[in-house]
């Protein structure tokens, strides 16, 4: 067997290997035991529970080199990994886990690195990678939300500045502050203290309050919501209709096979037939001759 042969022999194990639900559900183990480790680290260990968790770290970041490896040869061609960005995504973060921890300056930017470990169970799992892509694909649409909130607490906050500043310097100084203000308000954080406050001077401030609420919180908040569940909706359909079409492609080829296996089987019973035709010929030339003989 030649080398070429003998690695496509080795690609196609890896890949067998790659799509097996063992393999995925023990990867998604160790990731979930590497976030493990990583938390306990964060409390006082004595040394031998810390050698062994460093032990465990070093043993988890070989295993993430051997399974992206095997990510990586079981494609047909070595380009096609990169391909695909939650790919990428896997690599980099591998690759990023592979920063010597030992050193003491760089001890804790390698843990830090290390923590990023936990987000490869998005690429993992295909749930997660729908919410995520459907949050990504969300954002150029919220954009327009977020950048009318501004104008609203923009308009909001100079209101609350020229009327609110002598009350409460502190909240209202300026245009700046009173935004932060208001985002205290819209996350309703004692927001009625600041209302009951300037009600003191202003009788009907509270309408200045709760029109700011009922835009923020509920307006905003609810449009926030439409756009990601609309998005979500078409992320699910798209899956489920790439899944179909995949399910459709075997069913298929399924039938184009077995309309070829119904055709071989037409072909060799006609082939019997004409050879047993052939045989009662000759028999019946063969005995032919001796009938008139006799």
Known sequence: MSSKEEFRALQA??????????????????????????????YPLNPTVALVFTVLD??????????????????????????????????IIVA???????????????????????LRLVSLIPELRLLVNALFKAIPRMG?????????????????????????????????????????????????????????????????????????????????IGIILDVLTKEHEEYNREHNVGEAGEVHWIKEHTEQLELRLENIEKLLEESLKANALLLEKQSTPATNTT
């Open 96 to 118: 990023a886990s592979l920063a010597p921890i030992e050193d003491g300056e760089l001890v804790l930017v390698a843990r830090l690195l290390r923590i990023f470990r936990v």
């Open 144 to 224: 327009y939300v977020v950048l009318l909130m501004f104008v609203i607490f923009y308009i909001y906050g100079a209101i609350g500045s020229f009327m609110f500043e002598d009350i409460n310097p502190k909240r209202w100084d300026n245009v700046s502050v009173a935004m932060l203000t208001l985002f205290r308000v819209a996350t309703f954080e004692d927001w009625t203290d600041l209302m009951y406050q300037t009600m003191e001077v202003y009788p009907l401030s509270w309408f200045y309050f709760l029109t700011f609420i009922f835009l923020t919180a509920f307006v905003f908040l609810n449009m926030m």
């Open 13 to 42: 194990r890896f890949e067998s290997l790659r799509s097996n639900k063992f393999f995925e559900f023990t990867v998604i183990f160790i990731i979930v035991l590497s976030a493990i480790i990583i938390g306990e680290k964060t």
């Open 58 to 91: 070093h043993a988890i970041t070989a295993f993430f080199l051997i399974e992206i490896l095997v990510r990586m040869v079981s494609e047909k061609r070595f380009v096609d990994f990169f391909k695909k960005g939650w790919n990428i995504f896997d690599f």
